[in-house]
């Protein structure tokens, strides 16, 4: 019996450096199905209630996207919770020191 896949979608502010890679390396992990999108109105993917809805876990990069979800989706965040990575924006799509601090956010896939 095979167990259905993880859905984790990862948050930040525009969707271009950040979340798109915490999708890409937790997508290489067997049974995690990975999704990114931007909280900003110029967001690559902007973020949505149906992302929302269809994600069993959510992590942002920074405590004011977290504030902004928690006050916008609130309804839908019931059992939900929002973790925060804590990762700053100062790193480009795939940077391998953002990669390493993706990858140490989850030891329970990267041990």
Not at 22 to 27: D, K, R
């Amino acid at each position: 019996m095979t167990s259905k896949p993880v859905k984790l979608l990862f948050v930040c502010s525009r969707n271009r450096w950040r979340s798109p890679t915490a999708e890409a390396v937790l997508n290489q992990v067997d049974g995690v199905t990975a999704i990114s999108a931007g909280i900003n109105h110029d967001a690559e993917t902007p973020l949505s209630g149906d992302l929302i809805e269809w994600a069993d876990r959510i992590y942002v990069m920074e405590t004011a996207h977290k504030k902004k979800i928690e006050r916008e989706y609130a309804t839908l965040l019931k059992r939900k919770p929002v973790r925060n990575l804590a990762i700053p924006d100062n790193y480009r799509f795939m940077d391998e020191a953002l990669v390493t601090r993706i990858r140490a956010r989850f030891p329970e896939y990267f041990a």
